[in-house]
């Protein structure tokens, strides 16, 4: 069995990308470890068909983290046996290619995203120019790599002219749940970053007559209670935190509409296709999200969702107002999701992914 480790900087627990990623290969003969870190709050790790390492840091944001992190990471990997390395964004890759040319093993480039590109690094210049100089040095001695969207994938090969694939973020097909939600309401799901738009979103809030509901956690909590409260929308909003992926789920297949809002600051969220705009197809959720090159390549030929031109908040009221009014609209948009869930779910995209791996055992 080929041993394959994978990197990341998350507590592992809610990180359905890697789980999808490491089942699947664990499935098809891979021996796969997954290392992460280990937070005060993190809950018991459930168990799975790969192996789980989390790492204690002392220091749990900044640059001392980081650095933290990969020192710990490297030293771990330096006594591990294994075949292939694979570093999970950027925040990884240094210890992945350190290890990598230690055993002479084939290392791999798994971007979630474009990491130089976020709005939190792009807004601070010296943090931007430090993930530029690793990124410079690192990428371009990948490669072997995929990442989520076609145009993330370009801007490698524009950069460093590397080739990377294309696997999508998507749910594995599942029987939908038929019940009739016991309330209406408007679902945001993921990560509470900056870029998200919430600075538009909350005060669209006041003109939009439902409910919103928030599953995640993130960097942009304070700012996001605060937003609530400034605007006296406790009433209307309900923030459920982090929720394991079976929950998220169940709450996303009950729910009236979907929102994946962007800002378009940091090249990033406009070349992005994030894991929340699959899973609302996958539960026949129509959305409401911008119109950015991937998602608008995919709404021009299915029509899954609303597309926004920008985030102003009157222009976000009346585009989540109008498809809650117009129950035709919404009717569409949601048989087209269901259409949608057999072109694009993790059944087809596990094909590309073990057709990766195979070419890079067999280079």
């Not at 029509?303 to 908040?313: K, M």
Request: glycine share 4%; hydrophobic share 40%.
């Amino acid at each position: 069995m080929k041993r394959i480790f994978f990197t990341v900087t998350n507590d592992l627990t809610y990180d359905q990308r890697m789980h999808r990623i490491c089942t699947s290969l664990a499935e098809n003969g891979y021996a796969v470890t997954l290392v992460g870190r280990k937070l005060a709050s993190s809950l018991p790790l459930t168990e799975k068909k790969f192996t789980q390492k989390r790492i204690r840091c002392w220091f749990n944001k900044g640059k001392m983290f980081y650095g933290e992190y990969n020192c710990r990471l490297f030293f771990f990997l330096l006594f591990k046996k294994m075949e292939a390395v694979c570093a999970i964004d950027l925040d990884t890759i240094l210890p992945c290619l350190y290890i990598s040319r230690w055993k002479k093993i084939p290392r791999i480039y798994d971007a979630h995203e474009l990491f130089t590109e976020l709005k939190e690094v792009v807004t601070r210049p010296a943090v931007q120019k430090a993930w530029r100089k690793i990124e410079r040095k690192a990428v371009p001695q990948f490669r072997f790599g995929y990442t989520v969207s076609k145009s993330i994938a370009a801007e490698f090969n524009k950069r460093y002219k590397v080739t990377y694939e294309t696997i999508h973020n998507t749910p594995i097909l599942n029987e939908l749940n038929t019940a009739k939600p016991v309330e209406r309401f408007i679902l945001y799901q993921g990560a509470v970053n900056e870029a998200r738009g919430f600075e538009y979103l909350i005060p669209a809030m006041k003109d939009i007559h439902c409910k919103l509901v928030i599953c995640g956690d993130g960097n942009f909590m304070p700012q996001l209670k605060h937003l609530i409260s400034h605007y006296q929308l406790e009433h209307k909003i309900e923030l459920k935190g982090m929720l394991p992926p079976d929950q998220l789920a169940a709450i996303s297949q009950t729910a009236h509409i979907g929102l994946a809002l962007a800002e378009n600051e940091g090249l990033n969220q406009y070349l992005a296709l994030p894991n929340k705009f699959f899973d609302y197809i996958h539960a026949a959720l129509p959305q409401v999200t911008m119109n950015y090159p991937e998602y608008r390549a995919i709404n021009a030929e299915f029509e899954v969702a609303v597309l926004l031109d920008d985030l102003d908040p009157k222009r976000i009221a009346l585009s989540i107002n109008n498809l809650l009014d117009d129950d035709v609209l919404h009717c569409r948009l949601k048989e087209n999701c269901l259409k949608v869930r057999q072109a694009f779910n993790w059944q087809l995209e596990e094909k590309k992914l073990l057709s990766f791996y195979q070419t890079v055992f067999n280079s």
